[in-house]
C-alpha cells in the first residue's frame, strides 16, 4: 500500500507555455500533499503544502501565482507551471501524507524541461 | 525556518567497513528525522526514521541516533555493500502537515 503516481514523468515544453503536473495517492487519501522541487545534483526544496478542499501554503520565495496548486480531492494534487521559463527546468516530486501519519509517500518526480 | 545540515557531502567507503553521515538542525520543535536514500533520477526512498522519544533505532544494517538536547542525528550503515552506493538524505519536520526540510546530502560510494 501507499503508493504514489506522478503524471508526467518527463515533460518538453517552450518558453511562456504552462505545464501542469499531477499528483495522485492511489490507495489511501491524502489530507495533506507536498510539492519539492530538486535541480540537478541539489537537495530537495518544498515548495508548497496542499491540504484538500483549501489553499496551498507556499514557502518563502515561491511564487504562488506563477505555481499554482490545486488539491480538489482527497487523492489528487496538481502542480501548474504557468509562464514557465528555462530556469524553471527541474525535477519536481509530490509527496502525499495519510491523515494519521508521519511518513511522506513520494511521487516518482516529473522531469520538465524548458526551451 | 528550520535548518538543516548534513556533513559529509561526499563519503567512501571500502566495501565490508561502516558509513556514519551526520546531520544537524536548528529547530527544537522539529520532531521527526527521516533518513532517505535516492539513486540518480528516482524518488527518495525512505530507509529508516526517528521521532524525537526515542534516542536510536535499528533496522538489520542501518541504525539512527538523535541527540535532540545538541539537535543532531546520524546514520549508520555497518557491512557496507556496493548496493548501498547512492545519495543520502536526512530531513527534519515538526511531523503531521510539515513539509520536510532536507539536508543537501551525502554521495556515499562503496570501493570494492
Known amino acids: 500500500g501507499a503508493v504514489v503516481s506522478q503524471h508526467p514523468s518527463w515533460v518538453i515544453c517552450k518558453s511562456g507555455t504552462s505545464v501542469k503536473i499531477e499528483c495522485r495517492s492511489l490507495?489511501?487519501?491524502?489530507?495533506?500533499m507536498f510539492w519539492y522541487r530538486q535541480f540537478p545534483k541539489q537537495s530537495l526544496m518544498l515548495m508548497a503544502t496542499s491540504n484538500e478542499g483549501s489553499k496551498a501554503t507556499y514557502e518563502q520565495g515561491v511564487e504562488k501565482d506563477k505555481f499554482l496548486i490545486n488539491h480538489a480531492s482527497l487523492t489528487l494534487s496538481t502542480l501548474t507551471v504557468t509562464s514557465a521559463h528555462p530556469e524553471d527546468s527541474s525535477f519536481y516530486i509530490c509527496s502525499a501524507l495519510r491523515s494519521s501519519g508521519y511518513e511522506q509517500y513520494f511521487g516518482p518526480g516529473t522531469r520538465l524541461t524548458v526551451t | 525556518g528550520e535548518n538543516v545540515e548534513q556533513h559529509p557531502s561526499t563519503l567512501s567507503v571500502q566495501e565490508g567497513d561502516s558509513a556514519v553521515i551526520k546531520c544537524t538542525y536548528s529547530?527544537?520543535?522539529?520532531?521527526?528525522f527521516p533518513w532517505y536514500k535516492q539513486e540518480l533520477g528516482k524518488r527518495p526512498q525512505l530507509i529508516i526514521d526517528i521521532r524525537s522519544n526515542v534516542g536510536e533505532k535499528k533496522d538489520q544494517r542501518i541504525a539512527v541516533t538523535l541527540n535532540k538536547t545538541a539537535k543532531h542525528f546520524s546514520l549508520h550503515i555497518t557491512e557496507t555493500q556496493p548496493e548501498d552506493s547512492a545519495v543520502y538524505f536526512c530531513a527534519a519536520s515538526m511531523g503531521g502537515a510539515d513539509g520536510l526540510t532536507f539536508g543537501k546530502g551525502t554521495h556515499l560510494i562503496i570501493q570494492p
Open positions: 490507495d489511501f487519501q491524502a489530507t495533506t
Open positions: 529547530d527544537s520543535a522539529s520532531n521527526y
